[in-house]
C-alpha cells in the first residue's frame, strides 16, 4: 500500500518545491527558507538542482522545472505540494549487474584451425601392416618378449610388468578376459586374487585346471590406469598380439569372461545378457560369452547364470571335438 503524504512528511521524504537558482536552509524550527544565490554565483548555479538537506542522501527530491521562456524577472512562489510516488527504500532498489556469464556448447575459437601434423610413429599410431606382418610371424617365445618391450600405445608408461599369458600352449580351451588389474600388473600373471580363484573353481566344475589344457589371456597385455576398460585405440594396437596367440594355439573353443573382452572379440556393442546362450566367432574359433569372475563376486546370483553359460561351453567343444574325430 502506497504512503500517504503526511507519513512522507513525518519521515522527512515530503516533496519540497524551490524556485530555480535558489538555496534551501532551515530554519530554527525546522521550516525551510528561501535565500537568493549571490550575483556571481546566479548564472552557475542556475540549472544546478536543490536537495532539502534533511532528506535523506541519494533519495530523490522533486522540483518543478519553470516553462520555457519565462522572463527571468519573473520569481513564482511556492507551490503547493501535490501528491507523488512515495520513495522506493535503498534496499528495495534494484541494482543492474553484468548477466552472468553461460557455459557455451560452442566449439573453441581453434577447434577449426588445421591440425598439425602427426608423425606416424611410436605409440602415436597404430602397428602398420609390415608390423602385424612380423608379429602374425613369431614363435611364442619371441611373441612374448615383443609384447614385454612394446610401447605401442600409453599403456606402457604405467605399467609395472606386461601380461602376456599363461597357461597350456597346446590347450583346446582359451579364456580371454578384459586387461590385467592391479594384482596382475605386479605379478605378471592374468587372474589372480579373489577373481583369479573364482576362476579356477569354475575350471574345476568342468573337470579342467589352470595350466592343463587351459590358456589365459586378456585382450590387452598392459592394466589401464584406475582399472578402467582399455580404449578402442589401446585394444586395436594390441589385437595383433592376441591374434597371433589365437594363431599359434589353435583352440578347439574361447570363452570371453565379460561384457568388455565379448564386446572387442566380436566387435560389437551388443549388451552382455543379448551376447550369453549363443554360439560366436573370433579367428574362426567357437565363443561362448559368459560373466566376469569379478562381477560374479559382487552379484552372487548371477553365478547359476555362469554355470549355465559353461554347460553351453562343454557342450560346444564336445560338439568341436566330435567333428574332428579326435574326442579327449
Not at 589401446?234 to 568388455?260: D, T
Not at 573382452?261 to 552382455?272: F, G, V
Request: glycine share 6%.
Amino acid at each position: 500500500m502506497p504512503l500517504d503524504e503526511a507519513a512522507l512528511e513525518t519521515l522527512g521524504l515530503g516533496t519540497i518545491w524551490v524556485r530555480r537558482g535558489a538555496s534551501s536552509s532551515p530554519s530554527a524550527d525546522g521550516e525551510i527558507a528561501l535565500v537568493e544565490p549571490p550575483a556571481a554565483d546566479a548564472a552557475e548555479s542556475a540549472n544546478a538542482p536543490v536537495r532539502a538537506p534533511h532528506a535523506p542522501a541519494n533519495e530523490p527530491v522533486a522540483r518543478e522545472r519553470e516553462p520555457q521562456g519565462t522572463p527571468a524577472a519573473h520569481t513564482p512562489s511556492v507551490r503547493a505540494a501535490v501528491p507523488a510516488r512515495p520513495p522506493v527504500p535503498e534496499t528495495a532498489k534494484p541494482v543492474r549487474t553484468a548477466p552472468e556469464a553461460e557455459p557455451l556448447d560452442e566449439p573453441a575459437w581453434d577447434d577449426f584451425a588445421p591440425a598439425p601434423p602427426v608423425a606416424n610413429v611410436g605409440r602415436d599410431s597404430a602397428p602398420a601392416p609390415r608390423g602385424r606382418a612380423e608379429i602374425a610371424a613369431l614363435d611364442w617365445d619371441a611373441l612374448e618378449a615383443r609384447v614385454s618391450t612394446c610401447e605401442a600405445c600409453r599403456l606402457c608408461e604405467k605399467r609395472t610388468n606386461t601380461v602376456f599369458g599363461v597357461g597350456d600352449r597346446a590347450a583346446d580351451w582359451m579364456l580371454i578376459g578384459e586387461a590385467p588389474g592391479e594384482n596382475e600388473d605386479k605379478q605378471g600373471e592374468p587372474f589372480v586374487g579373489q577373481a583369479g580363484k573364482l576362476l579356477d573353481a569354475m575350471l574345476r566344475a568342468l573337470s579342467l585346471a589352470r595350466g592343463e589344457n587351459v590358456y589365459i589371456a586378456n585382450v590387452v597385455k598392459c592394466r589401464p590406469p584406475g582399472n578402467r576398460n582399455p580404449e578402442p585405440d589401446e585394444v586395436a594396437r594390441c589385437e595383433p598380439y592376441l591374434q597371433r596367440q589365437v594363431a599359434l594355439l589353435k583352440p578347439k573353443l574361447i570363452i570371453a569372461l565379460g561384457r568388455v573382452a565379448a564386446q572387442n572379440l566380436l566387435k560389437t556393442d551388443a549388451s552382455i545378457s543379448s551376447l550369453r546362450g549363443r554360439v560366436h566367432r573370433y579367428e574362426d574359433v567357437p565363443v561362448i560369452v559368459t560373466y566376469h569372475p569379478a562381477y560374479l563376486l559382487r552379484s552372487l546370483p548371477d553365478k547359476a547364470k555362469a554355470w549355465v553359460d559353461l554347460c553351453l561351453a562343454f557342450d560346444t567343444y564336445r560338439q568341436a571335438m566330435a567333428e574332428d574325430g579326435a574326442p579327449r
